[in-house]
Structure formats: C-alpha cells, structure tokens
C-alpha cells in the first residue's frame, strides 16, 4: 500500500519477526539521523559487532558514494542501510559479494514494485538512463581472509524532483512509478534477498559453483555485462564493448588495442 513522503517510518518489531530465522534477525539499528550508515557500520564492526548487523537511518548528513563521491540523503526520502557481513570468502571474491548485493535490490525491487530494474556494473541500478540506486561495498581484510565486509545501499524512493543538474542521471521509485512505496517493505525484501545470496556465496560446495550463479544471473539481468559500447572513465579513460566478467567478476571491455579490465569502475554508455 502506497504512504506519502512525510509519513513512512520503520517498525522494528515487524521487521525483526519476519526476519526470524535470518541472519538479521534481532540485528537491527535504527538511527533518525547519523553522519553515515557505512562509516557508523565499519566502526562497529571494527569494535565487535556481529555478522548480520543492520544499520539504518532516515537521513545521512555525510552519505558516502563510492569514489569519494557523497550520497544526497534527505530525510524520509530514501532507503540508507548498511549491512555488516562477516563471511567466510576470499578476499578475491569479495567483488562477487559485492555483485550479489546489486542482484538483491534487484529482486526486492522486483517484489514491492514488480519493475525490473538494469544493473550497471558494478553496483547501480537504473531505470533507463537514471540511476535509483548505489552501492558502496567496503573491506577490512588480510591477504587471505575478510574480517568483515560493509555493504552500504542507498535507493531513491520518494524524491520528487532531483537538481537540475543531476536530472537527466538521478531518479527514484517514485518517479518511475508515480507512488510512495514504503521503505519498511523495500528493506525486508532486501534483507531477505541479501540473506539468501549471502548464503548461495558461502555455503555452495565450490567457490567457482556460486560465483557462476552469480555470473549467469547478472548477464541474464543486466543489458551492460555484453555487446554494450562503453566510456570508461579510469586514469586513461577508454572506449569499447562490453564483453563479460573475468575470473574475479571484474567487466572486460573489447579495445582496438584489445581487451582491457575496468578496475575502478565509471563506466558510462558510449
Ligand atoms: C554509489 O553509487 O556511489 C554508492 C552509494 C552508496 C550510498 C549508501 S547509503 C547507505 C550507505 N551509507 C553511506 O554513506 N553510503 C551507503
């Protein structure tokens, strides 16, 4: 049922019982305002928080996008989580959880609204052009083993109207949809997606077995992983076609200097 912007909060106790059974449930922060789930996450995390810790918030005063960018967060606008993870993966994997996160909003985004999103890689999501959501994935790590992993999503549910200059780039739920989907459902969906991909990445026998789950999923649902003719934006920005994902999950794009890896990601439609 649709709520209007000024009027959409969380219930903690709903969400920590249809959560049971989860990794999350009973692991639910809530703060009306914080500087950044991701930086409050990572700093619990270094302190001892467990696996399965959520950190929400109605606004960000210092919401962090990925390459320094920061993450506009309004209040009672959009979805600010942060999920603690502390999964027993390679550090080389951790891409690949990382992807996985992108599969999840995708699938929650999927059951509250039923739209299908794309998914850009590494990590947004957009409607046609204009991107609704983020991801900024972080690590604390050995060479050899994750301590932990922060997982910070932002989506644009309520905004009305974005500034002028971000326009063309920015949306949101409500303006693909005209309606006010309540962010109580988004995060439930979205816990219970992230639960089970966490689960598909640690629990399959092999490796390899759940990054390919992974992999083929990502190329069924995302227009950007194949044949898509791309700018990327690195130190030596290039152009080419998209041509899948290596070993790791970084995208390979086909050069006339031939093919190159997007390390850092930046990658704009050509
Ligand atoms: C991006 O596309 O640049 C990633 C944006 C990630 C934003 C989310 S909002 C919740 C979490 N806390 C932050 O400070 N950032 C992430």
């Known amino acids: ?8 909060p969380f219930d903690l106790s709903a969400l920590n019982s249809a959560l049971g059974g989860s990794r999350f449930a009973g692991n639910l922060h809530y703060s009306s305002s914080i500087d950044s789930t991701n930086t409050h996450a990572m700093k619990q995390a270094d302190a001892g928080a467990p696996d399965g ?20 967060s309004p209040p009672g606008s959009g979805l600010y989580v942060s999920v603690l993870l502390r999964p027993r993966i390679a550090p080389a994997d951790i891409l690949w959880l990382s992807l996985a ?19 850009r890689w590494p990590n947004d999501l957009l409607f046609g052009p204009r991107k609704f959501c983020g991801i900024l994935t972080e690590l604390n790590a050995e060479v050899t083993r994750v301590r932990h992993a922060v997982i910070g999503i932002g989506i644009n549910v309520h905004q009305q ?16 949809t005209g309606r006010n989907w309540p962010r109580q459902e988004l995060l439930l969906a979205l816990l219970q997606a992230i639960d089970r991909e966490v689960q598909v990445l640690t629990s399959s026998a ?13 190329e069924r649902r995302s227009s950007w992983i ?3 003719r791309v700018r990327v934006d690195e130190g030596d920005p290039f152009t080419g076609i998209t041509d899948g994902l290596d070993a790791r999950g970084f995208l390979q794009v ?11 990601g930046g990658v704009r439609e050509a």
């Not at 049922?1 to 959409?8: E, N, Y």
């Open 161 to 176: 109207a974005f500034p002028v200059e971000l326009r063309s780039i920015a949306t949101s739920l409500f303006l693909e």
């Open 226 to 228: 194949r044949n898509k």
């Open 254 to 264: 086909r050069t006339p200097q031939g093919l190159r890896t997007v390390l850092s």
């Open 101 to 119: 996160a992108g599969l999840a909003v995708l699938d929650a985004v999927v059951a509250v609204t039923s739209l299908e999103p794309d998914l």
């Open 206 to 218: 092999s490796a390899s077995a759940a990054t390919q789950s992974i992999r083929q999923r990502i």
């Open 53 to 72: 810790s959520v950190y929400f918030a109605d606004r960000q005063n210092l919401g962090r996008g990925r390459g320094a960018h920061a993450w506009s």
């Open 1 to 8: 049922m649709p709520v209007s912007p000024v009027d959409d």
